[in-house]
């Protein structure tokens, strides 16, 4: 799979300071997920760890799909 040009470590910390605001999302260029998470609180965090461990994890991926990682 492609690998994005986002960075990694700035996803990882948009998400674990601001992730609750969907910050990270809005980053990543996944706009309508942003948007949502940003009403909703982030799914009262739950989307929230979600989108941490899949950071960690290297699996979550940008508005075009491709995977956030800087390897």
Known sequence: M???EKSWLATLLLC???GVYGIHSFYAGNTAK???QLLTGCGCGIWW???LIM???K???D???KIICND
């Open 16 to 18: 674990w300071f601001l």
């Open 34 to 36: 942003g948007v949502v």
């Open 63 to 65: 508005g075009e799909g």
């Open 55 to 57: 950071i960690l994890l």
């Open 2 to 4: 492609e690998k994005s």
């Open 49 to 51: 760890l979600i989108d």
């Open 59 to 61: 699996k979550y991926t």
